[in-house]
């Protein structure tokens, strides 16, 4: 997300759709055996060298070349996999994903100019931004206005 989003989208639709995510979710987490929910419903993932790697190449073929391209191919290897800095691959995983939805964001503003035309869609970012406004800070907000 970026300008024009409201920062707290997310979190209110998993707060109001909490027991549907959770009915759909809890027997797949069942299934997985780096990860378990304990009894007070608090999810623990296994962060072993064993699961971070099945991790990675559970990951789609586009961000596991990534980054086997950013350590030289040597990720593709699994004992290399296991000796690369965890932050460095938080990093490089985040700077992917903000790629990708970036594209796909672009993409879709794009068609939403081309069938609904200029006015509607200067109309509809201007909402937007007026309901980005109420959802920060006072002291922020004030710079929208200024």
Known sequence: MWFGEDKHKISRIVKSSFEELWRLYRP????????????????????????????ILCLPNRYVKSLAFAFDYQLLEVDTMLKVDRNELHQLLRKELKRTVFHYSITQSCKAILTAGASKSIKYSFNKIMKMSKTMPNSRRKCIYL
Request: charged share 30%; hydrophobic share 30%.
């Open 28 to 55: 797949l987490i069942g299934f997985d055996k780096y990860c378990y929910v304990d009894k007070n419903h608090i999810l623990h993932i296994d962060q072993s060298d064993e699961a971070v790697t099945k991790r």
